[in-house]
């Protein structure tokens, strides 16, 4: 057995939040993807030559990602997205480029798709090959601060008994190549493919966690461990649990109010902790299935809520979950952006509103953009 490799797990004051929203760069004329990320952040730079704080590149050339700060709210941090967002935007537009949210671009060709100039990037698509080069996927991360190192693994298990309303909810990836794939989140389902990504393992000690780590440095499945891609991962470096569950979002109300739920949900079975009362768990195999069914049907999943088996509507068990989290989103300050969820419940989610689009346009695609641009513009679901 290798050596553990030692995870110092930082500071970080409870409930704190970042996000981080992966946004497509678009063709203002044809609608397809401009790899100009390069371009993007020469203009946005800061005049003393540092990096942007807020606005960052990811694996492919056609992305920008925008990042709040450690904020208090998710409202602070929706105004962070919001003004790196404006920037972009500006940057974008005499290169007649707009800035485009889903899980997955209609109709982009992955193959035709360049790579970020980075060592880093790289070596994954050198190691994935054909898997990697098809990562044209955007996520959003919700980083969350944990204050005791000991709470994080017990909550990471617990949000995997939540984590298909997350996904059902953000669910914006049905297409992929121009094809309608059938699924809510394809993008769900194509990034687990990577080594290390999908649901992590329910580990009960960090001394596991250690050992985890150490053992894939060791046998060179990774050399950093940023490099263990879960969709639930612990971040020792912030202090933090990331949920990056939810598909690439289209509008800032979406983030935001997703992001509320998240938040609260973190803070909510913190709080059982600190009572004393036990979390609930899935055994993984159930955890896997809510996957897949939240990735396959979206809101009209039937998930699996407890260790028990038993059933519910996704949309019903999150109506609940609503009610029940009041209380908490009051306490952190997002009680409106939680209640945005129900925006999202009512006017269906991104994937519903694509293939609406679609529908209207006799299978166009081009229109689907069209759409997912005007929204980003808007800040709302239109």
């Not at 709470?151 to 990836?173: G, Y």
């Not at 609260?264 to 996957?291: R, Y």
């Amino acid at each position: 057995m290798a050596a553990p490799v030692a995870l110092p797990f930082a500071h970080s004051e409870r409930s704190t939040v970042g996000i981080e929203w992966e946004v497509a760069l678009v063709d203002q004329d044809s609608g397809d993807l401009r790899q100009a990320a390069q371009a993007i952040f020469a203009a946005v730079q800061p005049s003393d030559g540092r990096d942007h704080p807020h606005i960052t590149s990811e694996l492919l050339l056609n992305t920008v990602e925008v990042s709040s700060g450690k904020c208090r709210t998710v409202g602070e941090a929706g105004a962070d997205l919001q003004r790196a967002l404006d920037e972009v935007a500006a940057a974008a537009r005499p290169l007649r480029i707009e800035l485009m949210g889903a899980g997955t671009h209609p109709f982009a060709n992955w193959a035709t798709q360049r790579v970020t100039d980075k060592q880093r990037y790289t070596t994954l698509i050198d190691r994935t090959q054909w898997w990697g080069r098809q990562m044209l996927i955007y996520g959003v991360h919700v980083h969350v601060g944990i204050e005791d190192r000991a709470k994080v693994l017990p909550l990471s298990r617990a949000m995997l008994t939540v984590f298909p309303h997350i996904q059902s909810l953000s669910a914006s990836s049905p297409f992929w190549g121009g094809q309608d794939t059938g699924y809510a989140s394809n993008r769900a389902l194509l990034f687990q493919q990577l080594p290390t990504a999908g649901l992590p393992p329910q580990f009960e000690r960090w001394e596991q966690l250690e050992q985890y780590v150490g053992d894939m440095r060791h046998t060179g499945v990774i050399d950093e461990v940023n490099e263990v891609r879960w969709d639930i991962r612990p971040s020792p470096r912030f202090g933090t649990l990331e949920m990056r569950i939810a598909d690439g979002a289209a509008n800032l109300l979406e983030v935001t109010a997703i992001s509320a739920l998240t938040h609260c949900l973190v803070e909510h079975f913190s709080s059982m902790i600190d009572a004393g009362e036990p979390l609930p768990t899935l055994p993984p195999w159930f955890a896997q299935e809510n996957k897949w069914r939240s990735a396959r049907y979206g809101m009209d999943a039937i998930v699996i809520t407890n260790a028990d088996g038993d059933e519910e509507l996704v949309t019903d068990s999150i109506g609940r979950w609503l009610v029940e989290l009041a209380p908490v989103a009051e306490r952190l300050g997002c009680a409106a952006e939680l209640e945005q969820v129900r925006v999202i419940l009512r006017r269906g989610a991104s994937y519903q509103r694509q293939r609406a689009v679609a529908r209207r346009h006799a299978g166009e695609l081009e229109p689907v953009v069209r759409s997912l641009v005007a929204e980003l513009a808007a800040g709302r679901p239109l």
